[in-house]
């Protein structure tokens, strides 16, 4: 299974993207998918979280209200909608699947662990 992730890029401070996040190649069988960013000098953090099968997304606080995560099941797609973009939302953004092995709980789904494949990051800059 690969991960095919698009839709970074420079935009200023107030303005928006949209991630995309593609699963290709062979059976594709998982339960969520996750997206994650590293901005330089930090750690790979949680940003948003959706179940296939429906069900309330997963946001970390910082993103609340601004970014919207949704999916394509008949396309095998996530997307990450992001408004009013920040500086401080700067980083590489991953996009991760779990493989279907388990259903992760309302934790699990949150933690980079639970997702055993991932997508090789696009860059999202944001200007002051």
């Known amino acids: 299974v690969q991960l095919q992730a698009s839709g970074g890029g420079l935009v200023q401070a107030g303005g928006s993207l949209r991630l995309s996040c593609t699963a290709s190649g062979g059976t594709f069988s998982s339960h969520a998918m996750g997206w994650f960013r590293q901005a330089p000098g930090k750690e790979r953090e949680f940003v948003a979280a959706i179940r296939w099968s429906g069900g309330r997304p997963y946001y970390t606080d910082s993103v609340k209200g601004r970014f919207t995560i949704s999916r394509d099941n008949a396309k095998s797609t996530v997307y990450l909608q992001m408004n009013s973009l920040k500086p401080e939302d700067t980083a590489v953004y991953y996009c991760?699947?779990?493989?279907?092995?388990?259903?992760?709980?309302?934790?699990?789904?949150?933690?980079?662990?639970?997702?055993?494949?991932w997508g090789q990051g696009t860059q999202v800059t944001v200007s002051s």
């Open positions: 991760a699947a779990e493989d279907g092995s388990e259903y992760p709980s309302s934790y699990e789904i949150l933690q980079s662990g639970t997702y055993d494949y």
